[in-house]
């Protein structure tokens, strides 16, 4: 009962209220065009007929969510997902790069981290490139990574996944850099007393404290590797995955086909933050998290 | 890794004098701070022998807890001398010569009573079957047996206190270092856990260093009470106190404890302690 009075209620409200708003939408975009039809043609039309028009359009300025429902069902269980028109298919081969590129930024920001923590100099000298990193717009940067990695003949999912290494590393070795650096004073002086190594404090103190600095920054990293692989796909020509979907339905205008492969992307983004939501939970429960 | 030797026997060190685990000789620390240097501690002398409990009172900024850091060489002073067990601190550290309490317990909250037992053990290489015992035996030694699957918010503070004393006897160093253990308790627990660390102190006959703010229970802890006064931080005065070892809470109110907290009193204000 309070599963439903917390948790149903609430959402179900944002998302019916999300839904109207779509659904007003869609009619006031998509109106203009049943008008000049029915100017073209001579006509007047009801406005019954004309709202029930506006939901029905082949390609819209805006779809109505059913459009968007329908095209992602066809794609998703009417084709067989080996199929190039299928949407599992795209999905797939943009998850596969995602994950890669999110396994490589992760342990590549993780190390960025551990290097900086203990090392002065590396801290001075590392931080202000990462950042600057960051603030080159990945749309520009893209295309010359795959580009200069083709011609060193490294070809198919690792450019791709590239991109979203470049991505998602920044906030993992920002968050663990926060993290590796949490223990109390007093935590690190008791280390001392003991006369622990360094690799003893790593593991047994810094490592531990970071848990939570990392799943923060791992449920970032994994919804930017998802844009990163999207972004990854549009210089490739189209070839594959849940941009090629998106410039494909940009260059013949099937706005269903685009707002069913954004859906299809929020929708894979939100699975993913939410299973490491999952991991850092039960790590929680290992690790005597207060409830 | 071979196994630790946990404890080096102060006699077989060949430079330790057999009676003083401690001794200090014209030792000063200054700090190098943005207003200017801070002398926390100037011309510093003391001897501290083995098995005494010796507590530094005063007031705070008299550089009690700097000496006790500079004992564990958690501070470097900046001139005079130090020795533990006839070796300098850091080398005394590196035989693990120090369980050190800190004002907060200081367990890892991702570790349960046991595993923070386990922990300096864990980092002295200790086989797994030995640790096991020790962990079984320090939380019978603090009264808290059947804890050793706890994490520490589902205890009290005192009792996370105890678990953090147990933590610091497991590897059996040769001295106990604490900095205002109980300061942060009520004074209820407070009084409690004094009477259990005298017991305690008694059955493992360690040399214990204790810094308080609380005069009667450095009277009624102590076999000497070092009386430090600020600005620079220096020693006083250094007062006896032995009122035998059979000790309750009641001793409070005899005249031999009413007379040495006079005395205590006296020296922080000679000390220019209660000044504003």
Not at chain 1, 221 to 234: Q, T
Not at chain 2, 122 to 131: L, Q
Request: hydrophobic share 45%; charged share 15%; aromatic share 6%.
């Amino acid at each position: 009962m309070n599963f439903i009075r917390n948790s149903v209620v609430p959402v179900g409200t944002v998302l019916l209220a999300i839904l109207a708003l779509w659904y007003a939408f869609a009619i006031i975009l998509n109106a203009p065009f049943e008008r000049d039809q029915a100017a073209r043609a001579n006509t007047t039309i009801a406005t019954g007929q004309l709202i029930a028009n506006t939901m029905a359009q082949e390609r819209p300025v805006l779809p109505a969510p059913h459009q968007v429902a329908e095209e992602i069902r066809k794609t998703v269980f009417d084709i067989s997902p080996t199929s190039k028109r299928s949407l599992v298919y795209h999905g797939g081969v943009t998850l596969s790069s995602t994950l890669l590129g999110f396994g490589l930024g992760t342990l590549l920001g993780i190390l960025l981290a551990i290097a900086i923590v203990h090392s002065r100099t590396l801290d001075k000298s590392l931080m202000p490139w990462i950042i600057t990193s960051q603030t080159v717009p990945i749309l520009a940067i893209a295309p010359m990574i795959i580009v200069v990695l083709n011609a060193v003949n490294i070809t198919g999912l690792l450019p791709k996944a590239m991109i979203s290494t470049y991505l998602s590393f920044f906030p993992v070795a920002v968050g663990m850099v926060k993290g590796l650096r949490s223990p109390e004073i007093m935590h690190l002086d008791l280390m001392h007393t003991y006369n622990a190594s360094k690799a003893q404090v790593f593991w047994k103190l810094r490592w531990p404290a970071s848990m939570p600095y990392l799943f923060t920054s791992m449920k970032i990293a994994v919804a930017i590797s998802l844009v990163g692989a999207i972004v990854g796909e549009l210089p490739t020509g189209a070839v594959a995955g849940i941009g090629a979907r998106l410039l494909a339905g940009s260059y013949y205008g099937q706005t269903v086909q685009i707002w069913a492969a954004l859906i299809a992307a929020a929708l894979m983004a939100a699975i993913l933050v939410s299973l490491i939501g999952l991991v850092a939970t039960l790590v929680n429960r290992r690790m005597g998290v207060r409830p | 890794m071979t196994v630790v030797a946990l404890r080096p026997k102060a006699q077989s060190m060949p430079n330790a004098t057999p009676k003083n685990v401690i001794d200090v000789k014209d030792l000063s620390l200054v700090f190098q701070t943005n207003d200017g240097p801070v002398n926390a501690l100037s011309n510093i002398n003391l001897a501290v022998n083995g098995g005494e409990f010796v507590s530094f009172i005063g007031p705070s900024g008299c550089g009690k807890t700097t000496l006790l850091r500079v004992i564990a060489d958690l501070e470097q002073p900046t001139s005079g001398t130090i020795s533990v067990n006839g070796m300098t601190p850091s080398e005394a550290r590196q035989n693990r010569a120090y369980g050190y309490v800190f004002q907060a317990a200081a367990l890892y909250p991702w570790r349960t009573i046991g595993g923070n037992i386990s922990l300096p053990l864990e980092v002295m290489g200790v086989p797994k079957a030995e640790r096991a015992s020790r962990i079984a035996k320090n939380l019978e030694l603090v009264n808290l047996a059947g804890f050793e699957k706890k994490f520490p918010w589902q205890l009290s503070g005192g009792m996370q206190q105890r678990a953090s004393i147990a933590r610091a006897l497991s590897f059996d160093p040769d001295m106990l270092l604490m900095d205002e253990p109980f300061g942060a308790l009520d004074e209820i627990v407070r009084d409690h856990l004094n009477e259990e660390l005298l017991k305690l102190w008694a059955k493992t006959q360690k040399t214990v260093i204790f810094v308080t703010h609380s005069i009667p229970e450095a009277v009624f802890l102590s076999t000497k009470i070092v009386v430090m006064s600020p600005r620079p931080g220096r020693i006083h005065e250094i007062i006896d106190c032995n009122l035998g070892t059979e000790r309750t809470l009641d001793i409070r109110e005899t005249p031999e404890f009413l007379e040495i907290a006079h005395r205590v009193r006296e020296g922080l204000r000679h000390g220019h302690s209660y000044d504003e």
